[in-house]
């Protein structure tokens, strides 16, 4: 960290601050922050790591006044964090065999997918799941409702392979799992946000813990972003909990887009 300015070190920690108040709802911080990482000097691999390290703390900064709200069965979810936990560590452990290029490539697909997988099938799956009566403009619904064993093995299967994709890099890994838990479980935007939260904590924690034994992480650098990912990202989950179904979606959908078009704008503006 020493390489670093006084003035970068600021610019990354408010950068960090705000994408993780933005990206509870929206999620895609990694593709914002590990670029700018490189542009201020930091080796790739342990802009990768330590970045990793960092949304561990927002995971859990972001989880917390979700879980506080009652809004996700941990139960519930338990298959999709063992699922989680595998499909991280195996994505951090093949890191060192992806170039930054073939990164590129699958955010940019990754993205365009989702755009057209959200708008799609937001609405569908949605019915398995209805916000709960009594407090339907919050995001503080539990994820409830039954599915079809169908849906059921070909939403774990993704789940499974986002898992492999957010330990391997995690740029826009929450975006896309977000629209997975709605298509496939039928959770609304409200709940499906929520429970990414609490599958996000253990996909950064187990990644970082292999990056750990990599010796990628830069820990100097990573607990001050750490502690400015912590602290946007429970803000921002605080305004999301009391946020309607609709807002929600349309900060999600909207972030979609954006998300979408960055890298293709990125590619275009290197050629």
Known sequence: MSAMSTVELIFLILLFFVTSAIGVVTGGNSLITVPVMFAVGIDEKTAV??????????????????????????KRLSPMIVLTIIGSAIGAAIVGLVTNEAIKLIV?????????????TGNGRR??????????????TPIKGGISSFW????????????????LYSGGYVTILTAVLIAFFGMTY???????????????????????????????????????MFAGAYVGAHYATKMN?????????????????KPIIDFAASN
């Open 245 to 261: 179904e609709v807002w929600l979606r349309r900060i999600f959908l909207s972030a979609v887009l954006l998300l979408a078009l």
């Open 152 to 167: 059921a093995i070909g939403g774990y299967l993704a789940v499974f392979l986002l898992a492999i994709y957010g330990g």
């Open 108 to 120: 940019t697909v990754a993205m365009i997918v989702v755009v057209v997988f959200s708008l799609i």
């Open 190 to 228: 409200a709940g499906s946000i929520a429970a990414t939260k609490v599958l996000n904590v253990f996909s950064s924690s187990i990644a970082t813990a292999v990056f750990i034994y990599q010796g990628l992480v830069n820990f100097r650098l990573g607990a001050v972003l750490a502690i400015s």
């Open 49 to 74: 790591a330590t970045n990793m390290f960092g949304l561990t703390f927002m995971a859990i900064g972001g989880a917390i006044p979700f879980l506080r709200q009652g809004a996700v069965d941990v």
């Open 127 to 140: 019915k398995k799941a209805e916000i709960e009566k009594g407090d339907s403009t919050t995001a503080t």
